[in-house]
């Protein structure tokens, strides 16, 4: 009995390793699918109105915060990397909106960093402006930890920033809905994946037990997800088409 019962625990604990493995794929990409529709809805349309760049700022400060935090606290690798994904997703929708923007442009004024006018803030004319913003948080943020890292109540304070600004993703676009009423422009494919994918991550941060942050963050983030679907029902004159 015992010689038959080990190949079955082998079988077992392979197939357990092999869907965990699944699951770490999902989590370091899927966090970025959401993007790809309302990236396809702004090519398609030349039109950026209708998404909020600041969901972009909230992701990129976020995820830059969660970099260090792994400094401090090593947790899942998987989480790390989805950070680096979800860096890159962000720029690449930069990109566009910058693109589009310069395109769509009737004035030949341009808002740039350098011009210190707090009013524009993040609705700059450059990609360049975006990464340098990013570059001198991440310093500020690099030369923060490295003096306080060996203290326990910074790194923990980190974690909670970084998963408190994550926890605030739909939040400019639940805003942006409302001062526009309307949802027009923006991808109802994109909030459904991030109901989907929240739901999915916060089921991981439970059964992998990491830190009380992360689920935290997670069960917010569905309830911002479920007012902006409302917003959808309540603004949505074609609701049908946008979902088609």
Not at 78 to 107: D, Y
Not at 123 to 134: K, P, R, V
Not at 138 to 154: G, H, Y
Request: aromatic share 12%; net charge negative.
């Amino acid at each position: 009995m015992d010689a038959e019962a080990v190949p079955q625990e082998e079988a077992a604990a392979g197939s357990w390793a092999l869907l965990s493995w699944l699951a770490s794929c999902v989590m370091v990409l899927g966090g970025a699918l959401p993007y790809v529709p309302q990236y396809q809805e702004i090519r398609r349309s030349s039109n950026t109105e209708g998404f909020s760049t600041r969901v972009c700022l909230v992701l990129l400060v976020a995820n830059i915060l969660r970099i260090f935090f792994w400094i401090g606290k090593q947790f899942e690798m998987t989480l790390l990397l989805q950070s680096v994904v979800m860096i890159l997703a962000m720029f690449a929708m930069l990109h566009l909106c910058c693109a589009v923007q310069h395109t769509n442009r009737v004035s030949t004024r341009r808002h740039r960093l350098s011009d210190l006018d707090f009013h524009y803030f993040w609705q700059w004319s450059a990609l360049e402006d975006y990464l340098l913003f990013c570059f001198g948080f991440t310093v500020l943020c690099a030369v923060v930890t490295l003096l306080l890292l060996d203290s326990p109540v910074f790194v923990e304070a980190l974690g909670s920033l970084a998963v408190t600004f994550e926890a605030m993703l739909g939040l400019p676009q639940l805003l942006q809905n409302f001062h526009n009423r309307s949802t027009k422009g923006m991808s109802v494919k994109m909030v459904l994946l991030w109901t989907a994918g929240d739901a999915f991550k916060t089921a991981y941060f439970v059964m992998n037990e990491s830190p009380t942050q992360f689920w935290v963050c997670g069960s917010f983030q569905i309830l911002i997800d479920a007012a902006i679907l409302l917003q959808v029902l309540l603004y949505g004159q074609d609701t049908r088409a946008k979902l088609g």
